[in-house]
C-alpha cells in the first residue's frame, strides 16, 4: 500500500544521495526502495542456483563482533590484518553500522553483503572515494545481480552528469573494473569470512579467481588509444565533431 510519508522520504534520500554519493546512512536507507521484497525474492531465487550460495542459505555464516586489536595482531598480509589496516585509515568504526537480523533468506541476503562490503573493498583493492564505491557496486553488480547495486550506480552517474563531470574517466573505469573483477571471480557470496581472516590476502584472492593485475591489464590496454594512419589516397581524413 502506498505511503505518502515513506514516498516522500524516499525521494528526499534519493535526492541527497544524488547530490552527496558519500552520504552513507542516506544510501543504506534507500535500500528497500531498490531492492523491494520481489525484487530480493528473485535475488535469493537466482543465487539458490549456485552450489556455495545454497549452503551460505543454510548455515548463514555472519562476520560477527570484530575485535580490531585481535585483527590487527595477526600477521601482515593475511586477511585480518588487511582488513583491519583498512577499517583503521578509512577511520571506519564496524560497530557504528547497523546490525540485521536474519530470520528470512532474504533478510540474510541484506545482512551478508551488507556485512562483506569492506570485505569486499579489501579484497578488490578499491578505495572508498566516490570511484571507488561505484566500483564496489559494480562488482556487486556482476556478482549477485543486486539491485540496490544497479540503483547505487544509476545514482552515481546522474551525480556523475550533474555534479562531477570532470571525474567521468575515473568512476568509469572504476565501473568497467569492477564489472569485470565481478565477471571474473567465483561467488564470494555466503564466504565464511570469520574463517578466513588468518589466511594470507593473496591465497585468498587466488581462491576466488580475483586476479586484480589481469583485470588491471585489460583496462590498460582497453583505454589505449589506438593509431591508424591516415592514406590520403584512400578513405577520407577522420572528420571533427
Known sequence: ????????????????????????QDV????????????MRRLVERLMHHATAAQAFIERPRVGLLHLPTLRALPPHTLGHAFADHLEKNHLDPHALPYLEAHTDEEYVRAHLLESHDVWHVLT???????????????????VGSPFALGVLAGGLTNTLLYAFSQREARMRAIVRGWLLGQRAQLLFGAPW??????????????Y???LPAVEAVLDDFMRPTTAAWNPGGASAPQSC
Open 28 to 39: 543504506l536507507g534507500l535500500a528497500s526502495a531498490l531492492a523491494p521484497p520481489m525484487a
Open 1 to 24: 500500500m502506498w505511503n505518502p510519508v515513506t514516498s516522500a522520504r524516499t525521494v528526499w534520500r534519493l535526492t541527497r544521495a544524488v547530490k552527496d554519493p558519500e552520504k552513507l
Open 125 to 143: 583493492g578499491f578505495p572508498t572515494d566516490v570511484p571507488g564505491e561505484l566500483g564496489i557496486q559494480a562488482f556487486s553488480l556482476a556478482q
Open 209 to 211: 579467481g580475483l586476479d
Open 194 to 207: 570469520r574463517q578466513m581472516w588468518e589466511a594470507p590476502l593473496a591465497e585468498v584472492r587466488g581462491h
